[in-house]
């Protein structure tokens, strides 16, 4: 490989300078509206926002009840049934916030202390994902912190106590340990998205065709991915689940939390409730969730420009990947992958999905826009070096 001069040095110690600044403000960017908006809730009187309700007061409940902890605990909300453990999604999310609880107290302000730390560290992880020491390769990492952090909904979700934002912290770290060739870390982290809420499933899926997909990989090894896919998230699922299982029995487990969950999930709720939009509605930000709409007016919008530049970089990218395995992709394909899932339960007939399940795109969008980037410059050089031969 050729040394680099000094100058060559120079410029590249420069990029990573700025490279590293961008991707550290992004960071504090997002921690800065997350946390000011998590404390805007708390001025206003908001103690529970949108669907907090019903985590925090299930997180008290296992902090109560499963793991028997004794401090100074809030009252329970009216809202929430007795005995009621919110079956619907598996219980890494309500854990988390526990852990919060049990750190800081039970407070508005400590239930948000997770989802307020993973917001920002998304885009530096991002940044992490796709960054080598090389320009074009810092420049990509810069693009994808910048995206992230300039997703509306990564602040205004990670404000709040609620679930999705956890799914969107794993899949970056996915994304991180796929680019990096660690399939089985990758797929644990696939294991804890889907511990927070099935439609983690999108990403376990994503991996698996990612290598699937590689046409350069022997049968042979397709095989032991292909168990792999489904054996480690399924393992990691089943042990976050198991103080649960313990507490209410592995036919509670199946029933409720397996055949129930998965039928709730493929079907609309009752009408009159929050406002509803199909996965392409969320990119236009048609019909939006709001997370509050009374004394402080906070809706799950995202940043359409963002997210159409992502699905310009998927349309050039996957083809390109399915030509050349050498091509990075996983965030483009995870993107389809997860637009997928959801029109697929839209089909099913749950007509009922909300914005802010889109925050599990943004991690996404923001990879396939520096997968673009990155393809641009190889195949920039392709192109150069088949004109160097021909000039020979």
Same mark, same amino acid.
């Not at 239930?111 to 074009?136: H, N």
């Given at each position: 490989?050729?040394?680099?001069?000094?100058?060559?040095?120079?410029?590249?110690?420069?990029?990573?300078?700025?490279?590293?600044?961008?991707?550290?403000?992004?960071?504090?960017? &997002?921690?800065?509206?997350?946390?000011?908006?998590?404390?805007?809730?708390?001025? &206003?009187?908001?103690?529970?926002?949108?669907?907090?309700?019903?985590?925090?007061?299930?997180?008290?409940?296992?902090?109560?009840? @499963? !793991?028997? &902890?004794?401090?100074?605990?809030?009252?329970?909300?009216?809202?929430?049934?007795?005995?009621?453990?919110?079956?619907?999604?598996?219980?890494?999310?309500?854990?988390?916030?526990?852990?919060?609880?049990?750190?800081?107290?039970?407070?508005?302000?400590?239930?948000?202390?997770?989802?307020?730390?993973?917001?920002?560290?998304?885009?530096?992880?991002?940044?992490?994902? =796709?960054?080598?020491?090389?320009?074009?390769?810092?420049?990509?990492?810069?693009?994808?912190?910048?995206?992230?952090?300039?997703?509306?909904i990564l602040h205004r979700i990670g404000s709040v106590a609620m679930l999705d934002i956890h799914i969107a912290f794993f899949t970056s770290l996915a994304i991180f340990f796929v680019n990096r060739?660690?399939?089985?870390?990758?797929?644990?982290?696939?294991?804890?998205?889907?511990?927070?809420?099935?439609?983690?499933?999108?990403?376990?899926?994503?991996?698996? !065709?990612?290598?699937?997909?590689?046409?350069?990989?022997?049968?042979?090894?397709?095989?032991?991915?292909?168990?792999?896919?489904?054996?480690?998230?399924?393992? #990691? !699922?089943?042990?976050? =689940?198991?103080?649960?299982?313990?507490?209410?029995?592995?036919?509670?487990?199946?029933?409720?939390?397996?055949?129930?969950?998965?039928?709730?999930?493929?079907?609309?709720?009752?009408?009159?409730?929050?406002?509803?939009?199909?996965p392409l509605e969320w990119i236009i930000n048609g019909n939006p969730f709001f997370f509050s709409a009374s004394k402080l007016i906070v809706a799950a919008e995202l940043n359409t420009i963002i997210?159409?530049?992502?699905? @310009?970089?998927?349309?050039? #990218?996957?083809?390109?990947?399915?030509?050349?395995?050498?091509?990075?992709?996983?965030?483009?394909?995870?993107?389809?992958?997860?637009?997928?899932? =959801?029109?697929?339960?839209? !089909?099913?007939? $749950?007509?009922? @999905?909300?914005?802010?399940?889109?925050?599990?795109?943004?991690?996404?969008?923001?990879?396939?826009?520096?997968?673009?980037?990155?393809?641009?410059? $190889?195949?920039?050089?392709?192109?150069?070096?088949?004109?160097?031969?021909?000039?020979?």
């Open positions: 490989m050729k040394r680099l001069s000094y100058s060559d040095r120079l410029l590249l110690a420069l990029f990573l300078v700025i490279a590293l600044a961008i991707a550290g403000y992004s960071s504090y960017f &997002v921690f800065d509206r997350a946390y000011t908006l998590a404390v805007k809730y708390v001025e &206003v009187g908001h103690d529970y926002v949108s669907d907090e309700v019903w985590y925090v007061n299930v997180a008290r409940r296992y902090l109560k009840e @499963l !793991f028997r &902890v004794e401090m100074d605990y809030m009252p329970y909300s009216s809202k929430i049934s007795e005995g009621w453990l919110n079956p619907e999604h598996p219980p890494l999310g309500k854990y988390m916030i526990a852990l919060s609880m049990l750190a800081c107290g039970d407070k508005p302000i400590c239930w948000r202390i997770p989802s307020i730390i993973e917001a920002s560290l998304i885009p530096v992880i991002l940044f992490l994902s =796709y960054a080598r020491r090389a320009p074009i390769a810092l420049l990509a990492g810069s693009a994808a912190a910048a995206a992230a952090a300039s997703d509306y060739g660690k399939l089985l870390p990758a797929l644990v982290m696939a294991g804890l998205a889907l511990s927070v809420k099935y439609s983690g499933a999108a990403l376990v899926g994503a991996i698996a !065709f990612y290598y699937l997909l590689n046409k350069s990989i022997s049968s042979r090894l397709r095989a032991r991915i292909f168990a792999a896919s489904i054996l480690m998230p399924i393992s #990691v !699922f089943l042990i976050v =689940y198991s103080p649960l299982i313990y507490f209410k029995g592995v036919t509670w487990f199946i029933e409720e939390g397996v055949i129930k969950a998965l039928a709730w999930h493929s079907t609309s709720r009752p009408p009159g409730g929050p406002p509803t939009s199909s997210h159409a530049l992502a699905i @310009l970089s998927i349309i050039i #990218v996957l083809p390109a990947y399915i030509a050349n395995p050498n091509t990075k992709a996983f965030s483009s394909l995870l993107y389809v992958m997860t637009m997928a899932m =959801y029109y697929t339960i839209y !089909f099913m007939g $749950n007509k009922t @999905l909300y914005s802010f399940y889109a925050v599990q795109l943004t991690p996404a969008a923001a990879g396939a826009i520096a997968e673009l980037i990155l393809m641009a410059k $190889n195949h920039a050089k392709t192109s150069q070096g088949r004109h160097d031969r021909q000039g020979e």
